[in-house]
């Protein structure tokens, strides 16, 4: 998958495989099935899931379902994520920004109703000003 020389099918397979993970999606609070697929920068790919839970704090989205998989697996640097839900444009939350935006501020992020009609910003569009702690100081 090259998002350099063939951006939209790429945008549109992750998108894809966004939407088959959704089905594994924990939400029997909301109903809102959310399902992301994240791709780092050796072209390995990460689907996570929302999951939530009757101590609603508790509950993960599916954009950092996948990077704790993804990061455990030893990835550290991401090119795309896309993100999709059954009936609606699936949009990252705030955590989920300042997530992203410690391991890869320049992530693209895929969204959309349906994979023809798809939106892809930059991070950096959703979190102008993301916080980061200077490196080398733990
Ligand atoms: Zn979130």
């Given amino acids: 998958m ?11 397979e992750l998108y894809d495989m966004a939407t088959e993970a959704s089905v ?22 990460f689907t996570g899931v929302n999951i939530e ?6 509950t993960i989205c599916a954009e950092r379902t996948a990077f704790v998989k993804a990061i455990s697996e ?14 609606q444009e699936a949009i990252p939350c705030g955590i989920c920004r300042q ?3 410690e391991f ?13 009609e798809l939106n892809i910003r930059t991070l950096e569009e959703l979190l102008p000003i993301g916080f980061r702690l200077q490196e080398g100081r733990q």
């Fill in 104 to 116: 890869s501020p320049d992530i693209l992020i895929i969204t959309g109703e349906n994979r023809r």
């Fill in 24 to 45: 594994n999606a924990y939400a029997p609070f909301s109903g809102f099935k959310v399902g992301a697929a994240l791709l780092d920068e050796n072209g390995r790919i």
């Fill in 53 to 58: 839970n009757s101590s609603f704090g508790a």
């Fill in 74 to 87: 030893g990835s550290r640097r991401f090119t795309a994520i896309a993100v999709a839900a059954e009936s």
């Fill in 2 to 12: 090259n998002f350099i020389t063939d951006r939209e099918n790429s945008a549109a």
């Fill in 99 to 101: 997530f992203m935006f």
